[in-house]
C-alpha cells in the first residue's frame, strides 16, 4: 500500500500533541471523528478521529485498559459514544445497533459467543451467512436450501482452514478450531472492514502461528480493511501496514510499524523499552 498515509510516526517529539489524527487525507473506508467515550467521571476513550484507508491493515496497540477494547465496542455499536461520529463510506452509522453496522459491512468477531456448540462447524457458517442477509430467509427451506450462503460458509471455512471439520460438532473443537470458527462467522457476513479484537488470544503458543497464517490469508484472499487489537508485536509488525498507539483512550501515535516501534515515546510509554 505505497504512497497512503504518513511514511513516519505523527507527532514526533517532546511537544507531541495528545491527539493524533491519522491518514486524514487519504479517501477512508471507516472513519471516526472525535469519538470520545465517558463513564461517570473517566474518560475511556478521549476524541479519537481516524479515518482508514480501503485496503489497509491498521494494528492498534496500548497498554492493558488503554480503551482499545473500549473504543471497538464504540465502532461496532456496542457502546454509544458520549460525543462523536463513526462513519462508514461517509455514511453515519452512529445511531446504528450492532447488527445493523454488520449489514452495511462492518463485522466484528463473535469472540466465541455466536457459535452453536450443538450445531457442526458447517451449520454454524452457513446460519451466520444466512443471517447477513436476512431477506433471504424467506427462501431457505431446509438444511442446504440456500445454496449461496451453503457457498460462502464452505468457503469461509476453507480460508480460515477447517474445511476438514465440516461435520465436527462445534462443541467438540479444540480452542484454536473454535478461534478459528469464530474467523470464519465473521467472514461468512461478506464485512468490507473486519474488526479483530486479540485474534490470538487464549490460543496455544503452537496455535498462535496458524492463526496469524490465517488472518494473513483473509488479507490477501480478499484483501479486507482490517483493524485489529493485538499485544503480540511480531505479529503487529508483521502484518500491519500502520500502527495506531493508544494511551489513556487517546491515539498518541500512529505510522509504518517500523517507525511506530522506533519511536522513543512509544518505547518508553508502551512497550517499556528505555
Ligand atoms: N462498561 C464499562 N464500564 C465502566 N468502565 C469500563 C467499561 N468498559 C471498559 N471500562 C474501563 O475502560 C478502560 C479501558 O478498558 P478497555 O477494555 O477498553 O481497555 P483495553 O485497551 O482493551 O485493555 P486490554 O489490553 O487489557 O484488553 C478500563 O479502565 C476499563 O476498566
Ligand atoms: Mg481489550
Avoid at 464485512?191 to 487464549?202: K, M, Q, R, S, Y
Avoid at 482490517?226 to 499485544?231: I, Q, S
Avoid at 500491519?240 to 500512529?254: F, I, K, M, P, T
Amino acid at each position: 500500500m505505497a504512497g497512503i498515509g504518513p511514511a513516519a510516526v505523527a507527532s514526533m517529539g517532546t511537544d507531541r500533541p495528545a491527539h493524533v489524527a491519522f491518514d486524514a487525507d487519504a479517501p477512508a473506508v471507516l472513519e471516526t471523528r472525535g469519538l470520545t467515550l465517558r463513564f461517570g467521571g473517566a474518560t475511556i476513550v478521549d476524541d479519537v478521529s481516524f479515518a482508514v484507508p480501503e485496503g489497509l491493515f491498521v494494528s492498534v496497540i496500548g497498554p492493558n485498559g488503554a480503551g482499545k477494547t473500549s473504543l471497538f465496542n464504540l465502532l461496532s455499536g456496542l457502546y454509544r459514544p458520549t460525543a462523536g461520529r463513526v462513519l462508514l463510506r461517509g455514511a453515519d452509522l452512529t445511531p446504528l445497533s450492532p447488527s445493523a453496522r454488520a449489514r452495511r459491512g462492518l463485522g466484528r468477531s463473535f469472540q466465541l459467543t455466536a457459535i452453536f456448540p450443538g450445531l457442526t462447524t458447517l451449520e454454524n457458517a452457513r446460519l451466520a451467512a444466512q443471517a447477513a442477509r436476512p431477506g433471504n430467509f424467506a427462501f431457505w427451506r431446509g438444511a442446504g436450501g440456500d445454496r449461496r450462503a451453503t457457498e460462502r460458509a464452505a468457503w469461509a471455512l476453507e480460508t480460515v482452514g477447517l474445511r476438514g471439520k465440516d461435520a465436527v460438532l462445534a462443541a467438540a473443537l479444540a480452542h484454536g478450531d473454535k478461534r478459528k470458527l469464530d474467523l470464519a462467522l465473521l467472514l461468512c457476513g461478506e464485512p468490507e472492514v473486519l474488526l479483530l479484537d486479540e485474534p490470538t488470544a487464549g490460543v496455544s503458543a503452537e496455535e498462535v502461528p496458524v492463526m496469524l497464517d490465517v488472518i494473513r490469508r483473509i488479507r490477501r484472499v480478499e484483501g479486507k480493511t482490517v483493524l485489529m487489537v493485538e499485544h503480540k508485536m511480531e505479529a503487529v509488525h508483521d502484518l500491519s501496514d500502520r500502527v495506531a498507539v493508544l494511551a489513556n483512550g487517546a491515539l498518541v501515535a500512529y505510522g509504518a510499524p517500523d517507525a511506530v516501534m522506533a519511536d522513543p515515546f512509544v518505547r518508553s510509554a508502551y512497550l517499556g523499552v528505555a
